[in-house]
Nanobody
Framework: QVQLVESGGGLVQAGDSLRLSCAAS????????MGWFRQAPGKEREFVAT????????YYADSVKGRFTVSRDNAKNTVYLQMNSLKPEDTAVYYC??????????????WGQGTQVTVSS
């Protein structure tokens, strides 16, 4: 079992940066591939980024490639999403997810509650 808690969301202006964190419970965090997803109002949840269990592999959605960076600190049981050059279309609830077998777009077994990111123009 893994419990995930996201933090770091907020209201920013277009062009600003924000860093999201996802803290995981349990001693086996380093075994899990981690993903970030987002869901905007009225839209389906979409994949944003993923990082392999060791941190050596990452994969991004085309819409965020070059602007977002996913990283992890296994000693702190935490995965991060650094978001730069934010755009109004990045506005969404951001979720982190964990899975021991799958990565990239998933599926993922465990999900956090989400953190709201709002980007004003």
């Amino acid at each position: 079992q893994v419990q995930l808690v996201e933090s770091g969301g907020g209201l920013v202006q277009a062009g600003d940066s924000l860093r999201l964190s996802c803290a995981a419970s349990g001693r086996t965090f380093s075994r899990y591939n981690m993903g970030w997803f987002r869901q905007a109002p009225g839209k389906e949840r979409e994949f944003v980024a993923t990082i392999g269990w060791s941190g050596g592999s990452t994969y991004y959605a085309d819409s965020v490639k070059g602007r977002f960076t996913v990283s992890r600190d296994n000693a702190k049981n935490t995965v991060y999403l650094q978001m730069n050059s934010l755009k109004p279309e990045d506005t969404a609830v951001y979720y982190c997810a964990a899975d021991a077998k799958h990565w990239r777009t998933g599926p993922y077994d465990y999900w956090g509650q989400g953190t709201q990111v709002t980007v004003s123009s």
